[in-house]
Nanobody, 128 residues
Framework: QVQLQESGPGLVSPSQTGGSMRLSCAAS????????MGWFRQAPGEERKLVAS????????RYSESVEGRFTISRDNAKNTMHLQMDNLKPEDTATYYC??????????????????WGQGIQVTVSS
């Protein structure tokens, strides 16, 4: 089992439209097991949606259409961390962002479904 903890610039960090923000996710516990990882977000009144995912190796990534070209997912397996660099932020990016992981034996597949482990979430607010 793995525990996930999101962090960002401050507890809650508003960012102006067009600005940037970087989220981090620290994994602890059974980190020697290969995990595919991803970032989800959920806005009020909406379902949780996959924003980006990354393979165990870090070589494969996948993005939702709404963030393609603006967000970059990465991971550092030596430090058991994952990041989401968010550039050109828009008000519609405002949501609670969740770090997620799943056991994945295929090292070069960016997962879409089947995430078993979740962080508690971090609020991202983009003001217009």
């Amino acid at each position: 089992q793995v525990q996930l903890q999101e962090s960002g610039p401050g507890l809650v960090s508003p960012s102006q439209t067009g600005g940037s923000m970087r989220l981090s996710c620290a994994a602890s516990g059974h980190t020697a097991i290969p995990y595919g990882m991803g970032w989800f977000r959920q806005a009020p009144g909406e379902e949780r949606k996959l924003v980006a995912s990354i393979s165990v190796s870090g070589e494969r990534t996948r993005y939702s259409e709404s963030v393609e070209g603006r967000f970059t997912i990465s991971r550092d397996n030596a430090k058991n961390t994952m990041h989401l660099q968010m550039d050109n932020l828009k008000p519609e990016d405002t949501a609670t962002y969740y770090c997620a992981a799943l056991l994945l034996l295929e090292r070069d597949m960016a997962p879409i479904v089947g995430f078993d482990y979740w962080g508690q979430g971090i609020q991202v607010t983009v003001s217009s």
